[in-house]
């Protein structure tokens, strides 16, 4: 899905300046900036609910606006800001309103509901026939995925769709749903103002500024490592460093001895100091928080300050202290393009 200078004016406002981006196909793109930064109204001008004042949109090879609107909502799922299900259908019937549109049978559409629920995580036999009020605001979320996700759109718009779920509960939804979302290869742009949930999410990740103003595109840890922008560096600048060490993974040359993983032949034994009796071990690629975890533990366990790095074959190539960790974050933020 393609944006060309696409643009939105309201009466006396612009809500989308002049965006251009594409969607690749199966990725998971989430647009992440401020509130009024023109997210939702460019996540409704791809399935036409709002029509673009100037600009293209191509879905496939097709300008959208040659698409009945209508069968284009047929062919694009959408997950609307707030929910938004027919409170006076139960769970299994708002699940089935595409299939319905469709025309499908009761039989194929009975088994997709009971499906799509187990999918989401919650059990058919206790939720379907219940009706939206009677959910938490997760579960309702939950049943707005799955209604989107009925008839296995290519495409699926999602305007936060998990706004409205306790930190923890989010946590597992946000999971679930990428994993969902490789599995199926659906190709999905996201809208949210929470950057951890759009870097631990994304494939990649649009900032927005005012008027859809695009700030940066790059994958989660480009944004966080390297804003390109100080919009980008105020988004990502407050809890930026424990960002970093969920995203950074442990390489060569970070390590205290980098020459022994590029020398040939290049192993040997551990350092004599390295996690000392600990028997503690990382590997190359560890997350860095992982490394830290590891470094906390050998320190109370030895007094001792590193702790050996093995490569895939099990072979020690150097050891990992404080100062692998310091090396990895100037490593990130610094120069060339980074890793991951
Ligand atoms: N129907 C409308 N008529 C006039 N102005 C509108 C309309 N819809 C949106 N706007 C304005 O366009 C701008 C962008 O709105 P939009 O809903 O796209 O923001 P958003 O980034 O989704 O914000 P939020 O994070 O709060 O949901 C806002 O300034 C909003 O007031
Ligand atoms: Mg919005």
Same mark, same amino acid.
């Given at each position: 899905m393609r944006f060309d200078g696409v643009r939105k004016e309201y009466a006396g406002s612009v809500a989308v300046d002049d965006l251009s981006l594409a969607v690749r196909e199966h990725e998971l793109l989430v647009l992440v900036g401020?509130?009024?930064?023109?997210k939702s109204t460019t996540l409704r001008m791809a399935n036409r609910l709002v029509e673009p004042t100037a600009g293209r949109i191509v879905l496939g090879d097709e300008d959208?606006?040659?698409?009945d609107p209508v069968a284009l909502r047929r062919r694009i799922g959408y997950v609307i800001q707030n929910v938004g299900?027919?409170?006076?259908?139960t769970v299994a019937q708002n699940v089935a309103t595409v299939p319905g549109l469709l025309g499908w049978d009761r039989r194929r559409t009975r088994e997709r509901v009971t499906e799509l629920l187990a999918l989401v995580g919650l059990d058919p036999d206790r939720? $379907?026939?219940?009706?939206?009020?009677?959910?938490s605001g997760g579960e309702r979320q939950r049943v707005g995925v799955a209604r989107a996700l009925a008839t296995d759109p290519p495409v699926l718009l999602m305007d936060e769709p998990f706004g409205a779920v306790d930190p923890v509960g989010r946590a597992r939804l946000q999971q679930e749903f990428a994993r969902l979302q490789r599995e199926l290869g659906t190709t999905v742009m996201m809208v949210t103002h929470d950057i951890d949930e759009a870097v631990r999410m994304a494939d990649r990740v649009a900032v927005l500024s005012?008027?859809?103003?695009?700030?940066q595109l790059a994958p989660p840890l480009e944004v966080v490592a390297r804003p390109a922008s100080a919009a980008v560096a105020d988004l990502v600048g407050r809890g930026r460093t424990a960002r970093l060490l969920a995203l950074g993974r442990l390489e060569p040359?970070?390590?205290?001895? $980098?020459?022994a993983a590029t020398r040939p032949g290049g192993t040997r034994d551990a350092p004599a100091t390295a996690g000392a009796g600990t028997g503690r071990t990382l590997r190359l690629g560890a997350e860095l928080g992982d490394v830290v975890t590891a470094l906390t533990d050998a320190a109370g366990a030895s007094g001792g300050g590193a702790v050996p790095v093995l490569d895939a074959s099990g072979h020690v190539v150097g050891a990992a202290s404080a100062q692998t960790v310091v090396r990895a974050l100037h490593r990130l933020t610094s120069g060339g393009p980074a890793a991951g």
């Open positions: 401020p509130s009024g930064c023109g959208v606006t040659d698409v299900l027919f409170p006076h259908r939720y $379907a026939r219940r009706w939206p009020h009677e959910l005012r008027g859809a103003h695009l700030e040359s970070d390590l205290d001895d $980098a020459g």
